[in-house]
């Protein structure tokens, strides 16, 4: 399994950007499929996004398609968010996933390795 962390979450206004970043330990990062979830007060874990090995190929969920994007450097072993045009609705902590599959997953049982996640507040 590879060990993941979270960063770049905090406060920003509706309309704000904001980019987050999942550092990954261990050399084969680049034989991950990494997504990203997050989870609301009271809420299920959803599906927010995820990247293939290159980061050639994306997949995301209709709820942030056209303002979030995924990208990863594996000579950094990271792997990036970058949310625009945030909602309050976008309030939640956020969670990068791992997984060694090659396939896309939207399920959070896809994933075998889990960050600690990062809050994000979006204020109306």
């Known amino acids: 399994q590879v060990q993941l962390v979270e960063s770049g979450g905090g406060l920003v206004q509706a309309g704000g950007s904001l980019r987050l970043s999942c550092a990954a330990s261990?050399?084969?990062?680049?034989?991950?499929?990494m997504g990203w979830f997050r989870q609301a007060p009271g809420k299920e874990r959803e599906f927010v996004g995820a990247i293939g090995w290159s980061g050639g190929s994306t997949s995301y969920a209709d709820s942030v398609k056209g303002r979030f994007t995924i990208s990863r450097d594996n000579a950094k072993n990271t792997v990036y968010l970058q949310m625009n045009s945030l909602k309050p609705e976008d309030t939640a902590v956020y969670y990068c996933?791992?997984?060694?599959?090659?396939?896309?997953?939207?399920?959070?049982?896809?994933?075998?390795?889990w960050g600690q996640g990062t809050q994000v507040t979006v204020s109306s």
């Open positions: 996933a791992a997984h060694g599959r090659s396939w896309f997953s939207s399920r959070p049982s896809g994933y075998d390795s």
């Open positions: 261990g050399r084969t990062f680049s034989r991950y499929y």
